[in-house]
């Protein structure tokens, strides 16, 4: 859905992840902007791709969930919107804390909007959910 929407990588590290997603008429809502959940894909995008590359190849495995999500709209998005999140170094410090307890840790991570003027058109957390896969 995200690729049929426009969602597109735009740069990811370990530190941070930008997604960008282009208003067009496919995610295009009745209000002549772009449909809140476009957003929501492209925002959960920055996020669950930092902590896929987190996780990716650790022993043992980790599972990942989102668990809750928030949201809020400043301003009509429009435009081509760049969502940033900059959590890396939380992911990995929650990463740490799940080998070294085996318990299921939780982290919050925040993912902004910001159309080509640099505005902040939404902010969105997502809650994602770690745990060590039983062997």
Not at 17 to 44: D, H, L
Not at 72 to 98: L, Y
Request: aromatic content about 10%; some cysteine.
């Amino acid at each position: 859905m995200a690729y049929f929407a426009g969602v597109k990588i735009r740069e990811l590290n370990d530190e941070q992840c930008v997604t960008t997603i282009k208003f067009g008429w496919i995610n295009q809502n009745p209000f002549r902007s772009m449909y809140f959940a476009c957003q929501a894909m492209a925002a959960e995008m920055s996020t669950g791709l930092l902590v896929m590359n987190g996780v990716y190849q650790s022993k043992p495995g980790i599972s990942m969930l989102v668990i809750k999500n928030e949201s809020v709209f400043m301003k009509k998005a429009v435009g081509k919107i760049a969502f940033t999140c900059p959590d890396g170094m939380k992911i990995s410090e929650t990463i740490n804390k799940v080998r070294n307890s085996g318990e299921g840790v939780t982290v919050e991570l925040r993912s902004t909007g910001r159309d080509d003027e640099n505005h902040i058109v939404s902010e969105f957390v997502f809650t994602w959910s770690l745990k060590a896969k039983m062997k």
